[in-house]
């Protein structure tokens, strides 16, 4: 069923080579992503749990503003909207970026900081699970405010919220989709794009469904062995430690059908 | 009142003037007035609710009084943080649920403050480790992780991880308490082995036997406040008030 994705398209590659492009800005996208909201997840959630009123109310902000506003949303402010609000001559070579990465940037950025918020929760939940006397302990051998987060909380804060960190890994790799709507061709525009080609639309679909499910596999896989790795001997798995609440909505985009017009 | 306030500073190293905490409407400690030389070893005993945990996390700032002057080592304790972290490292606690760091090693418990706070190599501060922890008797169990000991074990590294700072002074927040009653030997023979080596102890327990031997003055709070301060034989004995004389009946039964 699959045979048609080995016929020569009509640019001379094949079509499953086009498939491997997409997937490819696919993980490019997610991985390089994943980074970006993994760093700036890791500041912000600090950020909320500081004593520092200031500090905690800008990582508030932060986690509201980019949690709540649909991706598919920031996806168009970064690519559409902001090169309006930078001084011309920013705007201007931002817009004249050539192709692949004058898409490929915005949605990187926008699927960076929108993960940002979300992992910045967990991050928050996983420093506010620790018993409260972990910090008083570090504080009472001398351990300044920063060393406590750096050698006690962080640590431990990390190790307990793995699983709900692979949720997120998941989620960003899957919203990596909504890149299309800015002209991005990872997996799924492509998909889309043989499909138009070929009429096998459920050919094209199916295997890129095929591949986000392979890939999904993978992410859960490595997280289980990273969560078996940095285990702490001596406790129970951080498995169920922390309900992975976000984990339910990690598919944000309401209507693809809707924003695949934005393409044509 | 100058004069005396700085001879006072010179031979002793905490003095708890007039200190009141608060926590919302509810007066925790209502004007206490403490002073502990040096080399002394205070118990603090009272009912559940008088205030001796917050006392004692008043003294190295965990809990921040409303009014007052606490004085450690000439130091005052205020908002100045750079103070604070000097009195912190002079001051060791160990608490009631251990609060070891579970992520790392016995060893790398004791090692952590030594390199971060005091800047010690890691060779030395391993040395120091082992040597603390020698002196606990746990060295043989320095690779194990504190979720692989028993209570016991685990408040024995705790006081070895404190001592691993060189402290002036320890506070004690009822080490014993959590502890199954066939371990709390072990940790109360670590602490009169410390107060024979001289060590300025301030003990919150009501493991009366360790007040008598070690003890060089009982304090007994009630409801905020020192009610009572005698040497252990006068305070078992023949306590003065009333409120002791009700507490002391409680716990021996
Ligand atoms: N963080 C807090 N917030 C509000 N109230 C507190 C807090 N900590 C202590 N208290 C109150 O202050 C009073 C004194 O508490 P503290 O822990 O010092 O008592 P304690 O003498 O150590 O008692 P115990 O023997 O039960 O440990 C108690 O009534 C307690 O409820
Ligand atoms: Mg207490």
Request: hydrophobic share 45%; glycine share 8%.
């Amino acid at each position: 069923m699959f045979g048609v994705l080995f016929e020569q398209a009509a640019d001379g590659q094949r079509y499953i080579d086009w498939l491997l492009s997409g997937l490819g800005w696919t993980l490019a996208l997610a991985f390089f992503g994943w980074w970006i909201a993994f760093a700036v997840g890791l500041v912000v959630g600090i950020g909320r749990t500081v004593q520092n009123g200031m500090i905690a109310a800008l990582a508030r902000l932060y986690v509201e503003i980019f949690r709540n506003i649909p991706v598919l949303v920031q996806m168009f402010l970064w690519y559409f909207v902001l090169p309006e609000l930078l001084p011309n001559a920013l705007g201007n070579a931002i817009k004249q970026m050539s192709p692949p990465w004058g898409s490929f940037f915005p949605a990187l950025v926008c699927l960076g900081l929108y993960t940002a918020a979300r992992i910045a929760e967990q991050v928050r939940a996983g420093i506010e699970a620790l018993p409260k006397g972990q910090t008083e302990a570090a504080h009472a051998l001398g351990l300044t405010g920063y060393m406590t987060y750096r050698y006690v909380i962080v640590p431990q804060a990390l190790r307990l919220i793995v699983p709900s960190l692979t949720s997120e890994v998941m989620g960003i790799y899957k919203n990596t989709s909504v890149a299309l709507t800015i002209g991005l061709m990872e997996l799924t525009a492509q998909a889309r794009q043989i499909s138009e080609a070929t009429f096998q639309t459920f050919t094209a679909f199916g295997a890129a469904t095929l591949i986000y499910l392979g890939l999904a596999l993978i992410a859960y896989q490595s997280m289980v062995l990273i969560d078996r790795a940095v285990r702490i001997p001596g406790t129970t798995p951080a498995k169920d430690a922390i309900e992975p609440r976000l984990a339910d909505d990690v598919q944000p985009v309401g209507s693809l059908p809707e924003a695949m017009e934005v393409v044509k | 009142m100058l004069q005396e306030a700085q001879t006072k500073r010179s031979s002793d190293i905490v003095v708890v003037e007039n200190l009141v905490k608060r926590f919302g409407r509810f007066t925790a400690l209502n004007d206490v007035n403490l002073s502990v030389r040096t080399g002394e070893r205070i118990v603090v005993c009272g009912p559940s609710g008088s205030g001796k945990s917050t006392l004692i996390r008043c003294l190295n700032r965990i809990e921040k009084h409303d009014s007052g002057r606490i004085v450690i080592d000439g130091l005052e304790l205020t908002d100045r943080m750079t103070d604070v972290t000097c009195v912190r490292r002079e001051v060791g606690m160990v608490f009631q649920s251990f609060n070891l760091f579970p992520h790392l090693s016995v060893v790398e418990n004791c090692m952590l403050a030594p390199m971060k706070v005091r800047g010690l190599s890691r060779p030395d501060a391993h040395e120091r480790a082992i040597g603390l922890l020698r002196k606990v008797r746990i060295h043989d169990q320095a690779d194990k992780y504190p979720g692989q000991l028993s209570g016991g074990q685990q408040q024995r590294v705790a006081i070895a991880r404190a001592l691993c700072m060189q402290p002036r002074i320890m506070l004690f927040d009822e080490p014993t308490s959590a502890l199954d009653p066939e371990m709390v030997n072990e940790v109360l023979e670590t602490m009169v082995e410390l107060a024979r080596d001289g060590m300025t102890m301030v003990c919150v327990t009501h493991e009366m036997g360790f007040a008598r031997e070690v003890a060089d003055r009982v304090v007994f709070m009630d409801r905020g406040g020192v009610v009572e301060e005698a040497d252990p034989d006068t305070f078992f004995r023949a306590p003065r008030t009333e409120r002791a004389r009700g507490f002391l009946r409680q716990i021996i039964h």
